[in-house]
């Protein structure tokens, strides 16, 4: 009996030179909303000319490139143009030679003086006439073909085609839109209700999903409907599904929480008990629990009643 009561004696005291006093620390408020990937930009691909699309070679999810031909757009009429102004061309050009054969002659007639010099220059004027209305003619024709290269439809950025409101065969206007090509990467757009706004700061980190976080990027100054809008910068997100609502969580708050290791608690018949330090002695106590927190790579759990700011944690299952 003499030797117990000093080892009992040693254990009380070694127990009460590790307690832990608990103290209230702050802890996050976390605010559950849905996130939807959305792309940067959404780009239209529009049409420059009217006329039918007689190709459309993208349809929705198809990843494009930067000047890629996603469509082409025929106006006959165009088609037209061109062999008029070919064949007006050429006309000029044989009136143009007899210009020249008569441009010739009457130099070789105006050294005899066989003709006056009124004469001749008369033949010169012809043929100056002539090759203007042979550079106007073809500069005509340099728009109308420009005009028929424009009924390419190019992609304007790279990206992913989001959606194709139009159809091969049907008739397209001028900047009608062809698609939409969603481009400069993605990003989660949340939609915060109102009176969370003010806790938001840019630079926050986001949880997302299962262990993974983003970076608030952008606040959005207006409040629509009683939302706010705000950005989420999110690495390697996944923007196969454009609209695709994510689960994630806000950082809208803190408040004084008491936390104790997930190591100090021991559930006994369905409840958890803490062992504390009382005068020297120690103590379980019944705990109702809250939610679980990871700190400094440690899991806490947070305790709702049973214990107190003060109470002396000893960290012990016996």
Do not use: C
């Not at 609209?243 to 559930?267: K, Q, Y």
Request: hydrophobic share 40%.
């Amino acid at each position: 009996m003499k030797l117990i009561l000093p080892v009992i004696a040693a254990l009380l005291a070694a127990s009460a030179a590790s307690a832990q006093e608990l103290q209230l620390q702050p802890l996050t408020e976390w605010k559950a909303v849905y996130g939807v990937v959305e792309t940067r930009d959404r780009l239209p691909a529009r049409a420059r000319i009217s006329g039918t699309i007689a190709e459309l070679s993208v349809s929705e999810g198809d990843m494009v490139k930067q000047g890629q031909r996603i469509a082409l757009i025929v106006d006959d009429k165009l088609a037209f143009q061109l062999a008029a102004a070919d064949a007006q061309i050429s006309t000029l050009q044989s009136r143009l030679q007899a210009a020249l054969t008569d441009f010739k002659r009457g130099e070789e007639l105006l050294k005899r003086g066989v003709i006056t010099k009124q004469s001749f220059d008369q033949l010169t004027t012809q043929v100056d006439v002539l090759k203007g209305e042979i550079r106007s003619a073809e500069s005509n024709r340099l728009i109308t073909t420009q005009r028929v290269s424009e009924g390419k439809v190019l992609a304007p950025d790279d990206g992913i085609v989001l959606s194709v409101p139009t159809a091969k065969g049907s008739v397209a206007s001028p900047g009608e839109g062809i698609a939409i090509i969603g481009a400069g990467g993605a990003f989660l757009r949340l939609s915060v209700p109102e009176r969370h706004a003010t806790a938001l700061k840019q630079g926050d980190t986001i949880s997302i999903g299962e262990g993974q976080t983003g970076r608030l990027a952008k606040i959005y100054p207006q409040i629509e409907g009683g939302r706010v809008l705000a950005d989420v910068e999110v690495d390697n997100l996944d923007d196969h599904f454009i609209g695709r609502r994510i689960p994630v969580r806000l950082p809208v708050g803190t408040r004084d929480a008491l936390l104790v290791p997930e190591s100090a608690l021991v559930l006994r018949g369905g409840i958890d008990f803490v062992t504390i330090d009382v005068d020297g002695a120690p103590l379980q106590r019944a705990v109702v629990l809250g939610e679980k927190v990871e700190k400094d790579g440690q899991s806490f759990y947070e305790v709702l009643t049973g214990l107190y700011a003060g109470d002396k944690l000893v960290n012990s299952h016996d």
